[in-house]
């Protein structure tokens, strides 16, 4: 479960790093190869940008945009330390206004971006506006009412979850409402793969989940209380002594062509 305030591109990494091989699959869904333009739509400090330009080679071209000027930074610096710069730029702009001309892409990705973002469909307009005819759009999202924590507190496990999925992010629904969002804006041959992501280790999931950021949140709307809070902790700290704490949450991931 990931909140996003206050989030650093040191977190990003490190969530990179779990994510790792569900990214390399968005690459393979979209056919990514050498010479392929593509855009990676709120690119952050440009976990997948720098990846994918080493994919395309110098043939090819990889954009990445961000409304954080500061993330956009840390991108552009990082394509020049892996040597990549001469063919991948960031720039600054919205997701529902992307500075790019009709048809510039061959495919276009967005991951964890949808929950953020209250209406969903101008940003995948904008994408697919972008996007060749028989290029490829890609979403990849997490499904927060899916999450589930294996603990003996099962209503305030319930209460939890429901926090990180309507007060954490703007859209917790978004990742289960793209296949539908596809179809609506006639993408073709609409390929869904859920993908599950599974923490064993509390520290890892509260760092991973922003947990702190979650207990302030209900704290602030009332949604738990302080000795709730030390209920829920307790309980994921017995079991993770016990070797059966388990966090799942499911990412779901749509591609589709442009006709």
Known sequence: MENQRNVDSQYLARLGAVLENVKRTTYQRMRVMEGSRVL?????????????????????RVAGIDQDAAMIEQANSRAIQNGVAGWTEHRVAESDALPFDDASF???RAERLFQHLQNPAPTLREMIRVTRAGGYVCVLDTDYASASIAIDEHELERRFTRVVLEHSVKNGYAAREMPLLFQQHKLDAIDLEIVPVVYADYALARELGRWNDIERIALELNLLNEQELQHLRASCERADE???????VNMVMVVGRKE
Do not use: N, R
């Open 106 to 108: 061959d495919a276009v």
């Open 40 to 60: 990676d739509v709120g690119c952050g400090p440009g976990t997948d940008t720098i990846p994918l330009a080493k994919l395309v080679g110098s043939w090819g």
């Open 242 to 248: 016990q070797g059966g704490f388990v966090l799942h």
